[in-house]
């Protein structure tokens, strides 16, 4: 019992720091990264914009924060907004790029994609170069990745060649929508009102916080490392030290950009191609839920050719829904039970029957997009697919005999169901 105590006693005296709280080594490593430097959004006056990076860069001090910037080198305007970005430097914080001009990859072809990329780049090192600084990092704008396989791969192409990587987000969240509120209610003097939007602003972020975590937590079976996304705007300047009190009291360790992107899945975010932007814990359930279906569908396959080979047509039509539609050269057999007389009138005995296999050509998980609650795009579960195989029976007797053939499947229970089988 001694020995144990001790054991769990080390390193908390490990972690007591002078000067700084002793963190539960449990304690959930996360980055902050904020977005759309050097000012989100309005605030024009540059008087503000230098008070906006006052509170903000404040925040981050008193709680010991290290982080990533990510700018977006249209909203660089002037000498002063390029004083704001060597503050960030200057405090100890890195910067990445977040493209020129902001586009959505999804309605820009990858060319022009790259070109605006590439010019915010040249901007950024030329910024860093004095400082003895790199650029590491790139975010895609909206997280949005590419809509199409060929689209994903050529930026990710051109970021390798480039020397700059994806940094993720894992704790997506819709921070900048409260910021146009909140700054309307504080000019008119509304503080009661601004009160209420701060209010909507944290409940928010809580709630979108508490779900990526449990879901990369489920994911990968161990509390995950986080990457807070966040804007920099003028409800950041007065709220931020609140958010990272409650960070604070609900087990995170605010950690460097270095020991969160050890994590291999952040290194190398899984590649989703979908038109909306998601953080990488929806990515990778998305991608979990796709290799899974395309499993149940072959295992649905394997148990309709075992039972086949059984003799067994009436397990072997058990996987056909009660709609289910059959189709032929010949015309439609509609419903489970008209399915099942087809076969035994073409395959009276197990000499007719031969034997069955097949081979998984091509199988599409159907997923869509789900808008949550709070407004964040999130991919939504996997209900459907739809697989390409080649059967094939062989005879004792004659010749194979050998096709193709497109089956549908949807969910039932823990398993699939098959709707439309069109075998050719
Ligand atoms: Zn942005």
Same mark, same amino acid.
């Given at each position: 019992?001694?020995?144990?105590?001790?054991?769990?006693?080390?390193?908390?005296?490990?972690?007591?720091?002078?000067?700084?709280?002793?963190? %539960?080594?449990?304690?959930?490593?996360? +980055?902050?990264?904020?977005?759309?430097?050097?000012?989100?959004?309005?605030?024009?006056?540059?008087?503000?914009?230098?008070?906006?990076?006052?509170?903000?860069?404040?925040?981050? $001090?008193?709680?010991?924060?290290?982080?990533?910037?990510?700018?977006?080198?249209?909203?660089?305007?002037? &000498?002063?907004?390029?004083?704001?970005?060597?503050?960030?430097?200057?405090?100890?914080?890195?910067?990445?790029?977040?493209?020129?001009?902001? %586009?959505?990859?999804?309605?820009?072809?990858?060319?022009?994609?790259?070109?605006?990329?590439?010019?915010?780049?040249?901007? =950024?090192?030329? =910024?860093?170069?004095?400082?003895?600084?790199?650029?590491?990092?790139? /975010?895609?704008?909206? +997280?949005?990745?590419?809509?199409?396989?060929? $689209?994903?791969?050529?930026?990710?192409?051109? +970021?390798?060649?480039?020397?700059?990587?994806? =940094?993720?987000?894992?704790?997506?969240?819709?921070?900048?929508?409260?910021?146009?509120?909140?700054?309307?209610?504080?000019?008119?003097?509304?503080?009661?009102?601004?009160? &209420?939007?701060?209010?909507?602003?944290?409940?928010?972020?809580?709630?979108?916080?508490?779900?990526?975590?449990?879901?990369?937590?489920?994911?990968?079976? $161990?509390?995950?490392?986080?990457?807070?996304?966040?804007?920099?705007?003028?409800?950041?300047?007065?709220?931020?030290?609140?958010?990272?009190?409650?960070?604070?009291?609900?087990?995170?360790?605010?950690?460097?950009?270095?020991?969160?992107?050890?994590?291999?899945?952040?290194?190398?975010?899984?590649?989703?191609?979908?038109?909306?932007?998601?953080?990488?814990?929806?990515?990778?359930?998305?991608?979990?839920?796709?290799?899974?279906?395309?499993?149940?569908?072959?295992?649905?396959?394997?148990?309709?050719?075992?039972?086949?080979?059984?003799?067994?047509?009436?397990?072997?039509?058990?996987?056909?829904?009660?709609?289910?539609?059959?189709?032929?050269?010949?015309?439609?057999?509609?419903?489970?039970?008209?399915?099942?007389?087809?076969? /035994?009138?073409?395959?009276?005995?197990? &000499?007719?029957?031969?034997?069955?296999?097949?081979?998984?050509?091509?199988?599409?998980?159907?997923?869509?997009?789900?808008?949550?609650?709070?407004?964040?795009?999130?991919?939504?579960?996997?209900?459907?697919?739809?697989?390409?195989?080649?059967?094939?029976?062989?005879?004792?007797?004659?010749?194979?005999?050998?096709? =193709?053939?497109?089956?549908?499947?949807?969910?039932?229970?823990?398993?699939?169901?098959?709707?439309?089988?069109?075998?050719?």
């Amino acid at each position: 019992m001694r020995a144990r105590w001790s054991l769990l006693v080390v390193p908390f005296l490990l972690a007591a720091v002078p000067g700084r709280p002793a963190e %539960p080594p449990t304690a959930r490593p996360l +980055l902050v990264t904020v977005d759309d430097l050097p000012i989100a959004g309005g605030h024009r006056d540059p008087e503000e914009r230098q008070r906006i990076t006052d509170g903000l860069l404040g925040h981050l $001090k008193r709680h010991g924060i290290e982080a990533v910037g990510l700018v977006t080198w249209r909203n660089v305007r002037d &000498a002063r907004d390029r004083a704001l970005l060597e503050r960030w430097l200057a405090e100890g914080h890195e910067l990445g790029n977040h493209s020129y001009s902001h %586009p959505s990859y999804s309605a820009t072809p990858f060319e022009a994609y790259r070109a605006d990329t590439e010019r915010a780049r040249v901007e =950024l090192e030329a =910024l860093l170069a004095p400082h003895g600084r790199r650029l590491r990092f790139f /975010r895609f704008p909206f +997280l949005r990745e590419g809509d199409t396989g060929e $689209k994903v791969a050529a930026m990710r192409s051109y +970021l390798e060649e480039s020397g700059q990587q994806n =940094l993720p987000v894992t704790l997506d969240n819709q921070d900048w929508s409260f910021d146009r509120p909140w700054s309307e209610a504080h000019e008119a003097g509304d503080e009661a009102r601004a009160a &209420a939007v701060a209010e909507d602003y944290h409940a928010a972020l809580r709630i979108s916080i508490r779900h990526h975590e449990r879901r990369g937590d489920q994911l990968l079976g $161990k509390t995950t490392p986080q990457i807070l996304l966040l804007h920099a705007n003028a409800i950041g300047a007065a709220e931020w030290g609140r958010l990272f009190e409650w960070l604070e009291e609900t087990g995170h360790r605010f950690a460097r950009a270095d020991e969160v992107m050890g994590e291999p899945l952040l290194a190398h975010s899984p590649a989703v191609v979908s038109p909306r932007g998601y953080g990488t814990w929806d990515r990778l359930w998305q991608e979990q839920g796709a290799e899974q279906a395309r499993e149940g569908a072959t295992a649905v396959l394997t148990t309709q050719a075992a039972a086949w080979n059984a003799g067994d047509l009436e397990a072997f039509c058990a996987v056909y829904a009660d709609d289910a539609s059959y189709v032929s050269a010949t015309g439609i057999t509609r419903g489970r039970e008209a399915i099942r007389q087809r076969y /035994r009138e073409r395959y009276p005995d197990r &000499a007719a029957m031969g034997t069955l296999s097949f081979e998984v050509v091509e199988a599409r998980p159907a997923a869509g997009v789900e808008v949550t609650l709070l407004g964040d795009a999130a991919p939504s579960r996997v209900h459907g697919v739809s697989v390409v195989a080649r059967w094939r029976l062989d005879y004792s007797d004659r010749e194979p005999a050998s096709g =193709l053939t497109l089956v549908v499947l949807r969910r039932r229970g823990d398993g699939w169901e098959m709707v439309q089988d069109a075998s050719l």
